[in-house]
């Protein structure tokens, strides 16, 4: 790389992390992220993460880039292990409320009383 040269960031790219606890429900998650692809998938250059299912004893990890998505259980959650769901992206405009709400429209609801 030549130091001298001239470059130029964009500065609407960024990067959203979520790392939250709960229950992922499959036909919430394939609805949210179908939504996501397709309206903001020329935006999402990369997104990854490891999410906690329910009925799955394994995390469920995941890649992205743009509209393309591929995921597969992995590893066998630990005893005792926190089974915390991470996610981040990167892209082009992105909102951090409007993709931590919509994720969090995924997850199980906890019963009030159980907090």
């Not at 998938?41 to 880039?65: I, M, T, W």
């Not at 995921?71 to 992206?89: I, T």
Request: aromatic share 6%; net charge negative.
């Amino acid at each position: 790389l030549d130091p001298d040269s001239e470059h130029q960031h964009d500065e609407t790219v960024t990067s959203v992390g979520i790392d939250v606890d709960g229950t992922v429900e499959i036909p919430k998650l394939n609805e949210w992220l179908g939504e996501l692809l397709t309206t903001r998938g020329p935006d999402l250059f990369r997104s990854k993460g490891v999410l906690n299912l329910a009925g799955a004893e394994q995390r469920y990890v995941f890649q992205g880039v743009h509209m393309l998505h591929d995921g597969e259980l992995g590893a066998p959650w630990r005893d005792g292990e926190s089974r915390r769901n991470r996610m981040v992206f990167i892209g082009r405009n992105l909102d951090r409320a409007e993709l931590e709400a919509g994720f969090r429209a995924c997850l199980t609801p906890v019963p009030a009383g159980a907090r």
